[in-house]
């Protein structure tokens, strides 16, 4: 599922950075910011699926470099693109849209402190070597609210970068994907340039 995931993502973030590549052409600081949230955003999907097949249990230390990777880029590209739907106002995008990003990004960031306080007070070593390793939790486990706390984190984390996500819905209303095949023969082995003018067809059977 995470590795099914992680494949939308790349596909979507690809698709919101043609998008402003094609609105904003001149721009150079806006180009450079759409470039860096393209890098930002395959980062984090490179790492989710690094989490989604290294287990904790097992490559402890490749899972928590995938985590970094998935909640640490992804919450830059975050940041990255609030950026960009503020320099692209009020003339592309609504004032209403930066502050729901930029509220989604706040919420992020409140997640992110509050799991990476607790994780690491988790994993300092006051509450045993095995916690680790540890998959069943009590409540009367020594550093189990810690636990819960960082659990409850790192769910709230995600939900954000879903939310994030579903900002990107009424702009990706606004264009549709097409296959463009270009002919250069009239057969496979046929080298001659070909008279047939080219076909574009819909990538998809709807546009998005």
Known sequence: MLNFAAVLC?????????????LNPEGNCIIRLNKAGLVLGLLSCLGLSLVANFQKT????????????TFGMGSLYMFVQTIL??????KIHGK?????????VIWCGVSAFS?????SLLYSGSFGTDVVQKLHWNPK???YV???ITTAAEWSMSFSF?????????DFQKISLRVEANLHGLTLYDTAPCPISNERTRLLSRDF
């Not at 209403?96 to 989604?104: D, E, K, P, S």
């Not at 879903?162 to 009424?170: C, E, M, N, S």
């Open 146 to 148: 810690l636990h819960m």
């Open 141 to 143: 486990d020594k550093g």
């Open 85 to 90: 739907s503020y320099q692209m106002q009020p």
């Open 10 to 22: 790349v596909a979507t973030i690809y698709v919101r950075y043609k998008q402003v590549h094609a």
């Open 162 to 170: 879903f939310g994030f996500f579903l900002t990107y819905i009424r």
């Open 96 to 104: 209403q849209v930066f502050w729901i990003r930029l509220l989604a």
């Open 58 to 69: 097992t490559f402890f230390i490749v899972h928590v470099c995938g985590a970094v990777l």
């Open 115 to 119: 799991m990476l306080t607790c994780s």
